[in-house]
Nanobody, 121 residues
Framework: QVQLVESGGGLVQPGGSLRLSCAAS????????MNWYRQAPGKEREMVAS???????NYLDSVKGRFTVSRDNAKNTIDLQMNSLKPEDTAVYVC???????????????WGKGTLVTVSS
């Protein structure tokens, strides 16, 4: 099994910055894509940023230029640096990853429990 644990959420004023981290642990053989999703109250979950094992990145249009995703393949971690935060960025941010626990089993999708980011004055 693979566990994903997020950290770094909190309350920040508009225009401020936060850095989220997610660590994958357990019996990990390999991780392919790692992603950050978010879900705001009353809204559907949306993917904010993704990063492949070769560190190719993709971003939600509304966060391009403000958020930066990175990963450390040796430590099985993914970070999300969030700058110029806006009230509309308020949401629970959830880490997601495709991982396999052995060479002969397929990749499975795993989710963390999320961390709350609140952008408010």
């Amino acid at each position: 099994q693979v566990q994903l644990v997020e950290s770094g959420g909190g309350l920040v004023q508009p225009g401020g910055s936060l850095r989220l981290s997610c660590a994958a642990s357990g019996s990990i053989f390999s991780i392919s894509a790692m992603n950050w999703y978010r879900q705001a109250p009353g809204k559907e979950r949306e993917m904010v940023a993704s990063i492949s094992s070769d560190k190719t990145t993709n971003y939600l249009d509304s966060v391009k230029g403000r958020f930066t995703v990175s990963r450390d393949n040796a430590k099985n971690t993914i970070d999300l640096q969030m700058n110029s935060l806006k009230p509309e960025d308020t949401a629970v941010y959830v880490c997601n990853a495709d991982a396999k626990v052995t060479a002969w089993l397929p990749f499975r999708n795993y989710w963390g429990k999320g961390t709350l980011v609140t952008v408010s004055s």
